[in-house]
């Protein structure tokens, strides 16, 4: 017997509010629905993007990564599995992020950036890229 996976969940938050998870077409991934994820982008099934998140064309966001309100993953960024991406925060266009990664809420990381496995990301925190290739920043 094979058991279908449900099309949406509902959750309640802390102060009450119930809001629904619906499953991304591509990926599986559940997605807020008052999150925008361009249909080109990746959302493994154990991933998680909340509401008024945005995941632009050709992100992925890897297996049981977790994209908080208002956090915002640019074009062709990659998360790999098991990373954060607190609220408000903002990865760059084409950045990459290692297993593990945690990026504080309302933190920037600039285009291009790479970050290894395991990095933690302050709060507020700016990470810039210098020189070529991508900056890669260590844990």
Partial sequence: MVRMKRRYEELETED????RYQRHENGGGLVAKSAQVDATAYVADS????P???VEAGASVGKFCWVEPGAVV??????????HIGRD?????????GVRVDVGAKARLDAGLV???EAKIPEG?????HGFPPHVLAA
Avoid: F
């Fill in 16 to 19: 009450g509010k119930v809001v």
């Fill in 47 to 50: 991933a998680w993007v909340d």
């Fill in 52 to 54: 008024n998140a945005v």
């Fill in 74 to 83: 640019h074009a062709r960024a990659r998360l790999g599995s098991h990373v």
């Fill in 89 to 97: 925060a903002v990865v760059g266009r084409g950045a990459r992020l």
């Fill in 115 to 117: 970050v290894e496995p």
């Fill in 125 to 129: 925190a700016h990470v810039e890229r």
